[in-house]
Structure formats: C-alpha cells, structure tokens
C-alpha cells in the first residue's frame, strides 16, 4: 500500500472532514464523555457519528459549502478536500477507490 501524507499531520485535524480540532471545545467526545483529538464535536459525539451514514462524497459537499461561504472558490475547494479528505482516519479504510 502506498502510503501518502499530507502537510496537515502536525497539527490536529477532525479525522472525518479535517477541520482544525486544536480548540478542545471544538474536539469530539467518545463515549465516556472524554474529549478525542481524532474528530471534531460536529462529526463525532458521545462515542458515534453525527453523521454515520455519510459518505466521502457528500462529506466534500458538505465541507465545500463551508469554504465557499468563507470564501474559497467552489473548485478550488472540491479540489483540496477530493486530496485531503481521502486521507483521514474515517475514509482511508484501506479498500482502494478508483
Ligand atoms: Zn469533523
């Protein structure tokens, strides 16, 4: 398997959609209730995804939303999370895509 990084790994990252968890407020729970650095609070909560069903595509939707309000052009930011988003804990499961 080839094995691919991204410059993001220094910093802590949700492992579902790569939002900057460095905040704890904004960092995921697990199921005692004790904050994970893996995920943000958006994502993951009490142990379970918001979210469980959603897949990496719509995830990049979702997540292409959110920078577009905050400014970054809407294929630009398809772009970097089609990269980025791959590579997190959540989707990099191992079964290989296209
Ligand atoms: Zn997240």
């Given at each position: ?11 802590l990252f949700c492992q ?38 959603i897949t990496l595509q ?33 989707w990099n499961t191992g079964?290989?895509?296209?």
């Amino acid at each position: 398997m080839e094995k691919t990084s991204i410059d993001q790994t220094e910093g802590l990252f949700c492992q579902s959609c790569g939002m900057p968890v460095a905040e704890t407020e904004l960092q995921g729970s697990d199921k005692d209730g004790h904050k994970t650095e893996e995920y943000c609070i958006y994502c993951y909560e009490n142990g379970e995804f918001k979210q469980p069903d959603i897949t990496l595509q719509e995830m990049i939707d979702l997540c292409a939303g959110y920078l577009v309000e905050e400014g970054v052009g809407e294929a630009a930011a398809r772009q970097m999370l089609g990269r980025s988003l791959p590579l997190l804990k959540r989707w990099n499961t191992g079964t290989a895509g296209n």
